[in-house]
C-alpha cells in the first residue's frame, strides 16, 4: 500500500499543478498561436483533441475542461480565440452550451465534435451560431483544417458531416424548390456565381481568385445573398444550392 501523504504535501502538490495551470495559460496568453479552449468530458478524446492541436505550431491549448459550469469563467479568464466543444457533456449538451457563451461572448468562433454525424445536430448547432461541425473519428488534418478555416471566418464541414447531410437531402426529392423561387430570382449574375461557388465548397479568398475579385468584395456579395435568401448557415446554403439544382449533390459523395 502507498504511503499516505500528510495534508500539507498534498496542498503544495494541488498548489503545484493550480501554478502549472496558469503558467500555461500566462503562456497562451502572451503567444501569437491561437488559444484554444476545449471543452470534452471524454479524458481520452479530451487528450487526444489537445495532442492535435499542440502539434500545429500556429495553435496552442489555452485551457481544456470537462465540466461545462467553469467554461464561463475560462472564456473570460483566457480570451480564446476558438472553442472546441463536444455535444455530449455532463448536466447540459454542446449545443445548449454554444448558446449559452455566445450569449454572454458573441464573437468568439465555436466548433461542435461529436462522435458521428447526426443531421439534426448539425443544423441545432449551426442554428446554435457554431461556425462548424467536426466528427471525432476524422483525421487530425481535417480537425486543424476545420479550425484554420474557421479561424478564417468561414464555416466548414468535415467530409464525413457534409456527406451526410447531402445523402438527406438526395433522400428528399420532395424538398426541391421551384426553381422560380423568387427569393433565388433576386440574386444577381455575380451573386448567383458566387453562391454555387460556395456551394461547391470553396472559400472565400478561392471565390476571390477563381473571379478576379477582392476577398473584401466576395464578403459583401456573400452577405447580401444569404440574406436575400434567408439562408442561416453553410448548412442551409448547400441544403438549398442543392434542392434548387445549383450543384450536383452526387459530388458530394464522390
Sequence with gaps: MAPCLPPQDIDEI??????DIRHREKIAMTS?????????AN?????????????DARFVVAADTANPEKVHQLVDRIDPDL????????GTDGIALTRQILAQKPQVPIMIVNIHPDIDQIRDALWAGAMGYAVKESTADRLLEGIERILEG???????????VVERLIDSPSERVDTDDPAYASLTEREREIFRLLAEGFSNEEVARH?????????????????????KGY????RYACRMGVIDPAK???
Design 235 to 238: 448548412t442551409d446554403l448547400v
Design 211 to 231: 473571379l478576379n475579385l477582392q476577398a473584401k468584395t466576395v464578403c459583401n456579395h456573400r452577405t447580401n445573398l444569404t440574406r436575400k435568401l434567408s439562408i
Design 252 to 254: 458530394w459523395l464522390k
Design 154 to 164: 468561414e464555416y466548414y464541414l468535415d467530409g464525413y458531416a457534409t456527406r451526410s
Design 43 to 55: 479524458p481520452v478524446m479530451r487528450e487526444g483533441l489537445k495532442s492535435v492541436i499542440n502539434r
Design 32 to 40: 501569437k498561436e491561437k488559444r484554444i479552449l476545449i471543452v470534452e
Design 83 to 90: 472553442i472546441l466543444i463536444a455535444v455530449q457533456l455532463p
Design 14 to 19: 494541488h498548489r503545484s499543478k493550480l501554478q
